[in-house]
């Protein structure tokens, strides 16, 4: 298997080679597919099978697989794909009153425009300048990297947010995690040790209270 990321229209030969190993296979039917479609191939040489692709848009991307048959059955399977966007995998962890910054990047290729989403339920939203501009600040540091800046983060902003990258052959999403957390949650640890010693303190005076009535 093999990964081919394509930004721009253009026209690319695959090719199926006989490896050296299997050179003992002989009267070999080659088929290459598209999905279920069936596409002719060009016989370069004698061990070679490779057919021609002119990609204008997405609409010829996907997996192109080719089948070679004797008395084994081998093949390969090439994915065509635009390119991925990479976000951060683990989730953005951030405290209510604060502020998070989601950053998403395409290191390799230059999007046309990015676009950035929250999740409502199974709904996406656009997130844009006219969606609460005191709360969502989008910008970018260069064409291959964005930035979604969430101020004064509460508790509705838990959740999923996605980055869109739009390309001349198709668009990509990126997929962040953001969970804030409530102020009382750093707190707790010392709460619990609080009320361990309020305990502690109650249980001795309760004990010396007892011990001197006993005494009387």
């Not at 683990?90 to 290729?109: H, Q, R």
């Not at 950035?116 to 064409?143: C, F, H, P, R």
């Not at 995690?177 to 707790?188: E, I, T």
Request: positive net charge; aromatic residues 8%; charged residues 25%.
């Amino acid at each position: 298997e093999k990964n081919i990321t394509l930004n721009n229209a253009t026209i690319i030969e695959l090719s199926c080679k006989l490896d050296k190993k299997y050179s003992h296979l002989k009267n070999l039917q080659v088929t290459w597919k598209w999905g279920n479609e069936t596409i002719g191939h060009i016989n370069k040489t004698e061990n070679s099978w490779s057919i021609r692709l002119k990609i204008l848009d997405n609409s010829k991307l996907g997996s192109y697989r080719c089948t070679l048959k004797g008395k084994e059955e081998i093949g390969a399977v090439f994915h065509l794909q635009v390119p991925k966007i990479g976000g951060k995998e683990k989730p953005i962890v951030s405290y209510e009153g604060d502020t998070a910054v989601l950053i998403c990047k395409s290191p390799d290729y230059t999007p046309i425009a990015w676009t950035w989403y929250m999740t409502n339920g199974s709904e996406q939203i656009a997130i844009n300048d006219s969606l609460m501009a005191d709360k969502y600040v989008i910008s970018s540091i260069s064409a291959n990297v964005t930035h979604l800046k969430i101020t004064n983060l509460a508790q509705e902003d838990d959740g999923v947010y996605w980055c869109e990258a739009a390309f001349e052959l198709g668009k990509s999403k990126g997929k962040l995690k953001l969970k804030v957390l409530s102020l009382m949650v750093p707190l707790k640890p010392f709460l619990a040790i609080l009320a361990e010693v309020v305990i502690l303190v109650t249980i001795i005076f309760l004990y010396e209270a007892y011990s001197k009535k006993k005494e009387k």
